[in-house]
């Protein structure tokens, strides 16, 4: 049963358009929603592990272009 998690992302000013494009080329990216409040977007991933959760957000997600910080919320239920 696949794993859940979201993750909170702040970004750059200006980089609205393309990054929602380059997360949504990431496969565990299952949507993408840009909000208000304290982050700007909110991004649902789906993992087969939770282990898997650093590795992929250290090497798909921190280098795509206009991300600033992270926050990950795995789902326990």
Do not use: W
């Not at 000013?13 to 909000?35: C, H, N, R, W, Y």
């Not at 898997?52 to 990950?72: E, S």
Request: hydrophobic letters at 40%; aromatic letters at 6%.
């Amino acid at each position: 049963m696949p794993k859940k998690a979201y993750l909170l992302i702040e970004s750059e000013p200006g980089s609205t358009p393309q990054l929602i494009s380059d997360l949504k080329g990431v496969k565990e990216i299952m949507a993408v929603e840009f909000v208000s409040g304290p982050y700007d977007f909110i991004a649902e991933i789906e993992v087969d592990d939770v282990s898997q959760l650093g590795n992929l957000i250290t090497n798909a997600v921190h280098p795509i272009k206009g991300i600033d910080r992270t926050v990950t919320c795995i789902s326990i239920e």
